[in-house]
């Protein structure tokens, strides 16, 4: 995990309620990218980041934004939780195809 | 887009014993391949990886050989010990952007 830093690394909020969830990178790679872990479904690409202001949605984007203003900063927002997204998010970082490094985790509860 | 199985866990095993978890990944082109191990409480971290085809990875005892005719990338090692204990993860990708598996739970007892 050297190199990425995730806050919260816990978290517990109310349904409709926006959150906002922060990586923190000190390699300076070009490419971020937020995960979510749920059993049975592994890791699943939500958004990802190829540049500062450059994002693109992955394969669960609903309901989530992004925003990278720094190369070191790659913020997630839900703008207004729901219980199907308690879940265990991870940032990974990466400067090239496939190596990617990943952060320890944030492990969010919507009750 | 690419897609990647992998065998269903969990998987329990006795210290010094070999381990295969398969994994079948498909794709459109060439893909990278990899697989990543998670410990408890932590992040993924990259275990191996191959670029093309008959590529073999290895790290740490564990070994998979990139195979294009089948498109399998297996995790093969020959003496688990307990500190194996993880999840592990067989991962495709072109480009930017990887695909993984749901993951293997591996548990190796003394």
């Known amino acids: 995990d050297a190199g990425i830093t995730q806050s919260p690394r816990h978290k517990v909020t109310e349904t409709g309620t926006p959150v906002t969830l922060r990586c923190h990178q000190t390699?300076?790679?070009?490419?971020m990218y937020w995960y979510r872990q749920d059993p049975g479904h592994g890791l699943r690409l939500i958004h990802y980041?190829?540049?500062?202001?450059?994002?693109d949605k992955g394969e669960v984007s609903d309901g989530y934004s992004v925003s990278r203003s720094k190369t070191e900063d790659f913020l997630l927002t839900l703008e207004s939780a729901t219980s199907s997204q308690t879940s265990v998010y991870f940032c990974?970082?990466?400067?090239?195809?496939?190596?990617?490094?990943f952060g320890p985790g944030t492990r969010l509860t919507v009750t | 887009g690419d897609s990647v199985t992998q065998m269903e866990g969990p998987v329990t095993l006795s210290e010094e014993a070999f381990l295969t978890i398969n994994c079948t990944y498909t794709?459109?082109?060439?893909?990278?391949l990899f697989w990543y191990v998670q410990y408890p409480g932590e992040g993924l971290q990259l275990l191996l990886k191959?670029?093309?085809?008959?590529d073999k990875g290895s790290n740490k005892g564990f070994e998979a050989t990139y195979r294009k005719e089948t498109t399998s990338f297996h995790l093969e090692k020959g003496s688990v010990q307990v500190s194996d204990s993880a999840v592990y993860f067989c991962g495709a990708g072109s480009g930017s952007r990887l695909t993984f598996g749901e993951g293997t739970q591996l548990t190796v007892n003394p």
């Open positions: 390699e300076n790679h070009r490419y």
């Open positions: 191959a670029t093309k085809a008959d």
């Open positions: 990974a970082i990466s400067e090239e195809p496939g190596l990617q490094g």
């Open positions: 980041s190829y540049g500062v202001k450059d994002t």
């Open positions: 794709a459109t082109g060439y893909p990278s």
